[in-house]
T-cell receptor
Framework: GAGVSQSPRYKVAKRGQDVALRCDPISGHVSLFWYQQALGQGPEFLTYFQNEAQLDKSGLPSDRFFAERPEGSVSTLKIQRTQQEDSAVYLC????????????????FGPGTRLTVL | AQSVTQPDIHITVSEGASLELRCNYSYGATPYLFWYVQSPGQGLQLLLKYFSGDTLVQGIKGFEAEFKRSQSSFNLRKPSVHWSDAAEYFCAVVTSGGSYIPTFGRGTSLIVHP
């Protein structure tokens, strides 16, 4: 069975460019998380979706970051006017249940997108 | 706020030796605790998790972890390390007070010598 996939795997952007990162969760998974992982650090929470509803975006570092999951499956993380400090690996994870059970469910992670901003 | 500390940035062991990776958390109530492994170029994979009950938890790939409330610790162990265990290991905590957002430690890099 397919796991969580992310594309592109690597993205190089010039400072100021906009980028879009895609996440395909496991089919049928209700919860979807985005994380940012800086070099040498653990993942840090960015935002959470339950189906198509973005229930928590408290981890988004600025209003240049925007995420959507319009049909409750594929999600896109968009970063506008990229800055060098945006360079990181962006991880997506999905889990089977919605909010009430998501804290206990196993999160399945994708391989991540490594973003380098020059 | 909850926090997770992994005091060892790097651990080097010989193949066949035993392993213990340390994890300490800061939270008043009993948290939900997780260990993940991340191989180069791959996403995180869950090794094991603790919610309640038996404080010794068995996971995949021969790993186990023990929850010690008195020490606020959840250390990961393996009796005999294989070269394929070389990877980055992350401890994570989710509070039981209704939050669903995990807090991860900074990770411990395991190096295995032949």
């Amino acid at each position: 069975g397919a796991g969580v996939s992310q594309s592109p795997r690597y993205k190089v952007a010039k400072r100021g460019q906009d980028v879009a990162l895609r996440c395909d969760p496991i089919s049928g998974h209700v919860s979807l998380f985005w994380y940012q992982q800086a070099l040498g650090q653990g993942p840090e929470f960015l935002t959470y979706f339950q189906n198509e509803a973005q229930l928590d975006k408290s981890g988004l570092p600025s209003d240049r970051f925007f995420a959507e999951r319009p049909e409750g499956s594929v999600s896109t993380l968009k970063i506008q006017r990229t800055q060098q400090e945006d360079s990181a690996v962006y991880l997506c994870a999905s889990s089977e249940r919605g909010l009430a059970g998501s804290f206990a469910d196993t999160q399945y992670f994708g391989p991540g997108t490594r973003l380098t901003v020059l | 706020a909850q926090s997770v500390t992994q005091p060892d940035i790097h651990i080097t062991v010989s193949e066949g030796a035993s392993l213990e990776l340390r994890c300490n958390y800061s939270y008043g109530a009993t948290p939900y605790l997780f260990w993940y492994v991340q191989s180069p170029g791959q996403g995180l994979q869950l090794l094991l998790k603790y919610f309640s009950g038996d404080t010794l938890v068995q996971g995949i790939k021969g790993f186990e972890a023990e929850f010690k409330r008195s020490q606020s610790s959840f250390n990961l162990r393996k009796p005999s390390v294989h070269w394929s265990d070389a990877a980055e290991y992350f401890c994570a905590v989710v509070t039981s007070g209704g939050s669903y957002i995990p807090t991860f430690g900074r990770g411990t890099s395991l190096i295995v010598h032949p």
